[in-house]
């Protein structure tokens, strides 16, 4: 009997939780180039509760890094973002996007060339792909980028995440990441782009 209350309690506790968890949670997805730099960038914000890196967009069911890297895909290297919607804004997330990506080079992302390092924003329903266009035509508008802004905006698919090495890179190779990211020119151009407050 213990058993069967314990069991009625555990159900209880879940259907009643479960609900308040999913209006807490939500999620968004970004491609901006190397994802080591956009994770490093969406890890900062609060309201964030996970990111995740790995690849979106493409035809290759579980693809890897080294396809995806080598080109051919159709996948670009993204980020997926869980949120709390009531910490942090989807509006918020864009305009940390934003100043984390060059959204006028459509040939990649700094140093990195090719289709899978574009810019873009995945949207899962038309709520967020009526702030990514507001906020984009917003953008456009100011006139503040030295070009037309060519990050697309484009239906979220399906996420396959990376493999377990490219998860934190930042944090578990600090090093190598500041190295490369230097080397890569990333905040120096985005420096040129937004000026010196950064959000990375």
């Known amino acids: 009997m213990k058993a069967i209350w314990l069991a009625l309690a555990a159900f ?5 939780l479960a609900p308040a968890e999913a209006q807490t949670r939500a999620t968004a997805v970004f491609a901006g180039g190397c994802f080591w730099c956009v994770e490093a960038a969406f890890d900062k914000v609060d309201g964030v509760l996970s990111t995740t890196s790995g690849y979106t967009g493409g035809s290759k069911v579980n693809p890897t890094y080294e396809e995806v ?3 051919g895909t159709g996948h670009y290297e993204s980020l997926k973002v869980e949120y709390d919607p009531a910490r942090v804004s989807y509006e918020r997330l864009l305009d940390v996007f934003w100043h984390n990506v060059d959204p006028v080079d459509a040939t990649g992302q700094f140093c990195d060339k090719g ?4 810019a873009a924003i995945f949207v899962a329903d038309e709520s967020q792909r009526a702030q990514a266009n507001a906020s984009k035509a917003a953008l456009e508008k100011s006139h503040k980028l030295p070009g037309p802004i060519v990050t697309a ?3 979220a698919a399906t996420f396959y995440p990376a493999e377990t090495y490219h998860q934190d890179y ?3 190779n600090p090093a190598h990441y500041s190295f490369y990211r230097w080397s ?11 000026g010196a407050a950064l959000s990375h």
């Open 153 to 155: 905006i484009l239906p």
């Open 12 to 16: 209880l506790t879940a259907v009643t």
């Open 184 to 194: 890569c020119g990333r905040d120096k151009r985005l420096e040129q782009l937004w």
């Open 69 to 71: 890297s080598g080109g």
């Open 170 to 172: 930042y944090l578990k």
């Open 115 to 118: 289709s899978q390092y574009r």
